[in-house]
């Protein structure tokens, strides 16, 4: 066998044996633990304690989420053994390298945690925006309604989505390596930490770690709740730009589209009778 090609088979083997562990281990034990084992105390640990997922979407979730984790497994293998080899992007191996400026080693030191936040920001705004494209009527009810029909997501559901959606979400957590330039390490630990945001905000239980640049994993549970707002995966940012983090006094549901919500029926009720007086002192 030619050695790139098995360098190629062994690197894609490392990937999807890393996202299988992480995946089906890690979150099994996850699963077990909460699901399995506390399940008569959901009311201490569930975000949602009086809802559960049938068993029949729970094997759903673990079947299709493993498949898209073993295509995600294979792409980001291939996408590895491309870079290693010499193939073009934006991600570098030696500290000295990049950028090429006065200062040297201090300046690329520098640099490490400023590409890291314009890498996290960047994956950020490429999951606002396409998750809220999949929030278009057609979209949502043909490819994106499959990751909602987990309304009390688990652990497995993080990848459990129309594999098309799953693509879409790969190539905006590895656009950055065409864009900003970076050293290989600060590129795993942002993807690293998205997967981990990822797996948190789909387990449906209360987790109180004060990660950095997150929002807490109950923002992302109501989405699953209320469907059509909270689009954000790390941060609230994109959502208080554009107005469609959940607000108290709105109506949401699977068809009520736009990500602002409609108004309350008790605010409806009083604009119909606000109506009615007014008509009534017109007469």
């Known amino acids: 066998m030619d050695d790139s090609i098995a360098s190629l088979l062994i690197i894609i083997a490392i990937s999807v044996g890393v996202s299988v562990v992480t995946f089906w281990g890690l979150g099994g034990l996850v699963h077990v633990a909460y699901y399995k084992r506390r399940r008569d105390r959901a009311h201490e640990w569930k975000l949602q304690p009086k809802r559960f997922l049938k068993d029949d979407l729970v094997r759903h979730s673990f079947k299709l989420g493993g498949f898209n984790i073993i295509i995600g497994g294979i792409v980001g293998g291939t996408f590895s053994w491309h870079v290693v080899n010499g193939g073009w992007s934006t991600l570098y191996f030696d500290l000295a390298r990049w950028p090429d400026a006065p200062g040297g080693m201090v300046t690329n030191l520098v640099w490490l945690p400023v590409s890291a936040l314009l890498c996290y920001a960047m994956i950020d705004a490429g999951l606002y925006y396409s998750h809220r494209f999949m929030h278009n009527k057609w979209i949502f009810k043909y490819i994106h309604r499959w990751h909602h029909r987990y309304t009390a997501p688990v652990i497995f559901t993080t990848t459990a989505t129309h594999p098309l959606e799953f693509l879409v979400f790969q190539f905006f957590v590895m656009l950055p390596v065409v864009v900003v330039p970076m050293h290989w390490s600060v590129y795993l630990v942002v993807v690293l930490y998205t997967y981990l945001i990822g797996m948190i905000d789909h387990c449906g239980i209360k987790v ?18 209320y469907f059509h707002c909270n689009y954000g995966h790390h941060t609230q940012l994109w959502d208080r730009l554009h107005g469609t983090l959940r607000q108290e006094n709105r109506r949401y549901g699977e068809h009520v589209f736009g990500g602002k919500g409609a108004p309350s029926k008790a605010k409806a009720k009083s604009s119909k009778s606000d109506l009615d007086s007014a008509a009534s002192a017109a007469q």
């Open 208 to 225: 109180q770690w004060p990660l950095p640049f997150h929002t807490g994993n109950r923002f992302h549970d109501d989405h699953h709740v």
